[in-house]
């Protein structure tokens, strides 16, 4: 039952996942640096020929940058005079001084040929700005006998990046009427102009990409600009009025041959889409049968998982309580067992545990065993082999001689360690990723050593196999079946293929050896979180709690442990001179060094950015505060 429940879970936390992210925003396909949003220009013509531009552009910025490069071609006029350059800032222009520097809030102007250079330094990142020109552009009106003429491309072909909403406002001097004025625009098909009142006009186009342009030409009255000394004794309305009437038929010829290409388009669509539909339709029994197949097959392979591979095997062992640890391994050994993963706490349970075995010495403040106030205050402990053992020890596990040689010889001087050391060592990057590939082969030692004790099947890998591979036949299914036939149902193809492949990695590999083991750790777990309340029950002594220890650490119940030291034992009790780390009442020590030993690690996580089980490791810098080792 309990196994089924976990199904439902699976299935309800999965259904979540696959259908949370439709209402996610799509990204742009497009990387693009930065663009422009709005460019506004207001023309104002002037009656001795010159034109004075206020050109409004809002730049989008996607990144750093030190400013904006801004290039005017002047052809055709008598060049750029009275430049200046603002920043907008919430609708207060804030003027850039003209300097060759390079600091901010500075631009810098040059003429090269017939090519006005601004170059803005303004630094940005990942925002939106609004930088504002204003300057004179001489001679930019043409005077006939019988017009006068503003000819001139406000937006050339030099952009490489795309302009939006594109707003240009052109007034003439007083003096005239509406019926006076003509306006034409040229550029893209969307380009649109209009004679606003007696002095204005306006050309509106909704984007510009790359390499096109908008031209202006606007008709007036020559009286209005006298003092023009661009004048050509000549008469061209007539001909102007000729060319614009052969652009305009261009422009018409060119929108019919769009609305043409529009509608053979359309058509084309909808033709493509009354097929598709006619096929769907003759193919969604087929998408129907398959998707009710798969559903039926679905649970088949479940419950062949789940009876073959993920049934529990029933353990014989009944007491609610056990009160000495059930087999001869090391913590992290049995962690393995317990949990299917390792945490920092074993690396520590594994460190207490080498103490306890006489394999380690610690001390700490440089002093060896006395309860002196120095090392109540004392954060800074010292590791050492104890000289007393061999180094090559037979009776070390693989996983515990390489925990030796990682702290004494790759960090320590080879003799010992300490914790400040190990804090320093951390703190380098390139260490950093040492200690955290050591900590893998460290886990990598600790799961081959567990394998060696028959906790595990192997004929468990052929389940988890079954299940990835079949999930993800189903989620491509349900994908494929939903997309191309329009068989929605069939998404729940996608949820179930998903659950299979939850539920694969989840397989436990136990034994039966294993699986009785197993039982029996968790018997001694509730025996350590409850020794000092249970009836006839024989309390251990301090010895046996050294040895006890490391193992409730690996188990979570540290703390549950540490506050019933103090109902069941008094200070006397922790005189033996033959204790390791809790002679003396030291274990408020060793709550210390078990939180330096953990914060070490999680410093390492902290630099390497990568996430790992260290995140459900407890953080004892506060012990009593709630916190479990």
Not at 498 to 514: D, F, H, M, Q, T
Not at 528 to 548: C, D, G, H, M, N
Not at 567 to 583: G, R
Not at 594 to 609: H, M, P, W
């Amino acid at each position: 039952m309990k196994t089924m429940f976990k199904v439902v879970i699976i299935i309800a936390l999965s259904a979540i996942f696959a259908f949370g992210p439709l209402n996610s925003s799509c990204a742009s396909a497009n990387n693009v640096e930065y663009f422009v949003s709005k460019y506004v220009v207001n023309i104002n013509i002037e009656n001795d020929g010159s034109a004075v531009f206020e050109e409004k552009i809002t730049y989008v910025f996607n990144g750093s940058f030190d400013g904006v490069l801004r290039s005017i071609n002047t052809s055709g006029t008598g060049g750029i005079q009275e430049q200046e350059v603002y920043i907008d800032k919430n609708g207060n222009l804030e003027q850039l001084k003209q300097e060759n520097s390079g600091n901010p809030g500075t631009y810098y102007f040059q003429m090269e040929n017939n090519l006005a250079k601004f170059e803005l330094h303004e630094p940005v990142k990942d925002d939106i700005k609004t930088f504002v020109f204003k300057y004179r552009l001489a001679d930019a009106i043409t005077r006939y006998i019988d017009i006068a003429e503003f000819n001139r491309r406000i937006i050339d072909q030099s952009w490489e990046i795309a302009l939006n909403n594109i707003v240009a406002v052109i007034s003439i001097p007083q003096g005239s009427s509406a019926n006076n004025i003509s306006v034409f625009a040229h550029g893209p098909l969307t380009v649109e102009s209009r004679v606003v009142d007696d002095r204005n006009v306006e050309i509106t186009v909704p984007v510009i990409s790359p390499g096109d342009y908008v031209e202006a030409r606007v008709l007036f009255p020559p009286e209005l600009a006298p003092y023009s000394t661009k004048f050509k004794d000549k008469y061209a309305l007539s001909e102007i009025m000729e060319t614009e009437k052969k652009l305009a038929a261009e422009a018409n010829i060119k929108r019919e041959e769009a609305r043409r290409l529009v509608k053979e388009h359309e058509e084309k669509k909808r033709r493509l889409e009354s097929e598709k539909e006619l096929r769907v339709k003759k193919l969604q029994p087929v998408g129907q049968i398959i998707a009710g197949i798969m559903f039926l097959l679905w649970f088949y392979i479940l419950l062949t998982i789940y009876f073959r591979y993920d049934r529990k095997y029933r353990h014989s062992f009944k007491d609610k309580n056990l009160t000495e640890p059930p087999g001869n391994y090391t913590p992290a050994e049995m962690s393995t067992l317990i949990w299917g993963t390792l945490q920092p706490r074993d690396l520590i349970a594994t460190a207490l545990d080498m103490i306890r075995k006489k394999c380690l010495v610690i001390n700490y403040n440089n002093v060896s065993s006395k309860n002196t106030s120095d090392e109540e205050n004392s954060n800074n402990f010292i590791i050492s082999h104890n000289n007393l053992i061999p180094i090559e020890h037979p009776g070390l596990k693989a996983h515990e001689s390489f925990l030796i040689d990682w702290f004494l010889n790759k960090i320590g001087n080879g003799e010992l360690v300490t914790t400040d050391e190990i804090n320093e060592y951390v703190k380098d990057k390139k260490n950093s990723y040492q200690f955290k590939s050591d900590f893998e082969k460290w886990k990598t030692l600790v799961r081959e050593e567990a394998v060696s004790l028959n906790f595990f099947e192997k004929s468990i890998k052929r389940g988890k196999y079954l299940g990835l591979n079949s999930g993800i036949v189903y989620i491509v299914a349900g994908i494929l079946i939903s997309t191309l036939l329009s068989v929605f149902s069939s998404i729940i193809l996608t949820v179930m293929g998903i659950v299979l492949l939850v539920y694969s990695v989840l397989l436990k590999e136990r034994s039966v050896y294993g699986n009785e083991q197993c039982a029996k750790w968790l018997a001694f777990k509730k025996f350590l979180k409850e020794f000092s309340t249970l009836e006839r029950v024989k309390i251990p002594s301090i010895a046996q709690w050294e040895q006890y220890f490391p193992y409730a650490v690996s188990l979570g119940v540290a703390k549950d442990v540490m506050k019933q030291f103090s109902a069941v034992y008094n200070e006397q009790d922790f005189s033996d001179s033959n204790l390791t780390y809790l002679y003396g009442v030291r274990y408020n020590y060793l709550m210390r060094f078990s939180s330096i030993l953990n914060n070490t690690i999680r410093t390492v996580e902290n630099i390497v950015d990568t996430p790992t089980n260290i995140a459900n490791s407890p953080d004892l810098s506060h012990f009593g505060a709630g916190n479990d080792l």
